[in-house]
Each structure stands twice: as C-alpha cells, then as structure tokens.
C-alpha cells in the first residue's frame, strides 16, 4: 500500500504541474521520496507509456493521454460545482429528481444529480455512462449530430431492445430525433427500464452549440407525460440559467 501511496504522489505532482518538466531532484523535493524509489517508479511509468522521458536522464512529465484524462476530471468538477445548485433549486421546487449530463464519445456521462425524498423514486447513479437512443439526455446529443456523424453512429451502435418502447428501427429514431431538435426537448417514455420516466433538455455554449443536458427522472407512475410538460418551463429555465453560468465562468475546455 505505501508503493501505491508513493506512485499515487509522484502522479499528483507531474498532474499539478501540467504542461511542465519535472526533473528527478524536483520530483523527490515535492513527494519526499528518496531518488532511489522515485527513479525506480518513473522508470516503470515510462516504459508503461504513462510518462514521458524526452532524453536519458531528462525531465518528466505526463503523456497526453493523462494530460487528457486530468483536464477532463478537473472540467467535470467544475461543472458540477456549477450545476449542482441549479438542480438542488429546480428539484426543491418541483419536488423530483434531476440530474446533468455530458457527451462522452457514443454514451452520455451522468455527472451531478439530486434525489428528492418522496416514497416512490428513482436512483441515478453519478458517474454512469448510459446509451444515447434510449436516454432522453441522449436524444438531445444525438439530435444535435450532422446527417453523417448520426449514420456513422447507426452503423456502429446496435440498437438493442430494452422494453417494448425501446426504438430500434433506425428511420424511426431519425424521425424522433428531428422532433428533438425542432421541439428543444426529448424523452424517455420507458424506452430504457419500464417504470422510469425522463425528459431531458439542453445546455448550450456561447456558440449555441450544445455542451450538456439537464433533465427530471421518476416513476412513471408519478411522471406521465401530461406532468412533464407541466414542469417543461422549469426545467427550460434552469437549462438557460445553467448554460449562462458556464459560460460567464469560461469553464469550458479550449
């Protein structure tokens, strides 16, 4: 466990320092690790592609790779910070849960949610990847796709049946999709798990281009359709409220 410690610092510190070369005296000043153990690790880490070594007995750094996966952690945290409040108001007000999601390659990335305290709810899961044409936050990306990007995805992603409302014929869910981005807002009627209703609308850049989407889930029993178009102006309001802020605080990655 004290190895993992020791690995886990040196990573923290080439993390801290992105965009920067570390030497090995460096290194060992900031993790207080002896040379030996230091060397010894960041030679593991750059035969593993973790780090880089530009020349023998050169500074070190993070990969792109990592550099990547840090940015984007630290992009998520601060979205969160932003919109979780948002959604502790919206959902306090409409008494059911939301939740906010990002685009992750084919899959929407849930990042922040809130739960209210009613008997009957539904559990969302921080951290879940969930698919794009059965999701409600996921029609809102994938409506946003160009003709080609939305084939490419349709030839790529089976669309697998989940219930009986699941749309798995493709020309039906490009239909839906156009009724998406004319309408502003996408459902999901039980096309995932039955007994679970969501509807989903977007956040947007200061480019107008969409970066997220805020969303209400619940029973269906509860949720109909005629309640989530009632709480459609709420939840429009908070999206516009939300795409403000991210856009003020210039958290958006370059």
Do not use: W
Request: aromatic residues 6%; hydrophobic residues 35%; glycine residues 6%.
């Amino acid at each position: 466990m004290k190895s993992l410690y020791k690995i886990l610092d040196i990573f923290e510190a080439l993390a801290a320092n992105t965009g920067k070369e570390l030497s090995l005296s460096e290194l060992c000043d900031l993790t207080g690790t002896t040379k030996s153990t230091t060397n010894r690790i960041l030679a593991t880490l750059v035969k593993r592609g973790y780090v880089n070594q530009k020349k023998k007995r050169g500074k070190y750094c993070l990969n792109d790779l990592m550099i990547t996966i840090n940015l984007e952690d630290k992009y998520i945290k601060r979205l969160r910070e932003i919109v979780v409040p948002y959604l502790i108001k919206l959902g306090n007000k409409i008494k059911e849960n939301t939740f906010f999601v990002i685009p992750h390659g084919d899959l929407a990335h849930i990042v922040a949610a809130t739960e209210t305290r009613n008997v009957l709810t539904t559990l969302i899961e921080v951290g879940t990847k969930v698919p794009l044409y059965c999701t409600g936050s996921g029609k809102i990306f994938l409506a946003h796709y160009s003709e080609n990007e939305l084939d490419q995805y349709l030839k790529e992603f089976e669309l697998k049946y989940r219930t009986p409302n699941t749309i798995t014929d493709p020309n039906h869910l490009k239909a839906s999709l156009k009724m998406v981005k004319e309408e502003g807002v996408a459902y999901d009627d039980e096309e995932r798990y039955l007994g679970i209703k969501s509807v989903s609308v977007p956040v947007i850049d200061a480019k107008r281009k969409v970066i997220g989407s805020i969303g209400i889930m619940g029973p269906s029993i509860r949720l109909t359709r005629e309640k989530m178009t009632a709480l459609l102006p709420d939840l429009k309001s908070c999206s516009v409220e939300i795409s403000k802020a991210i856009i003020s605080l210039s958290v958006l990655p370059s």
